[in-house]
């Protein structure tokens, strides 16, 4: 479940920091969050190779994460 995922964020941002060269592998999209149905779009491919999709949140795709 999610219910108590909220604490684990400070956690999780730390960890990702600290490995980000392990996990940049996992990112196959970054869409600016203003074309957020072009971001569902590719996640609905079946035929699609979307592992991560992030969605920077001030519209900036050239933003990684």
Do not use: M, W
Not at 7 to 34: A, G, M, W
Not at 38 to 52: I, W
């Amino acid at each position: 479940g999610t219910r108590h995922q909220y604490q684990k964020f400070p956690e999780t941002l730390q960890y990702l920091s600290e490995h980000r060269k392990q996990i940049d592998h996992l990112i196959t999209h970054v869409i600016p969050i203003n074309k957020y149905e072009e971001a569902f779009s590719v996640l609905e491919e079946k035929e699609g190779n979307a592992g991560k999709v992030i969605l920077p949140g001030n519209g900036n795709a050239a933003e990684t994460p």
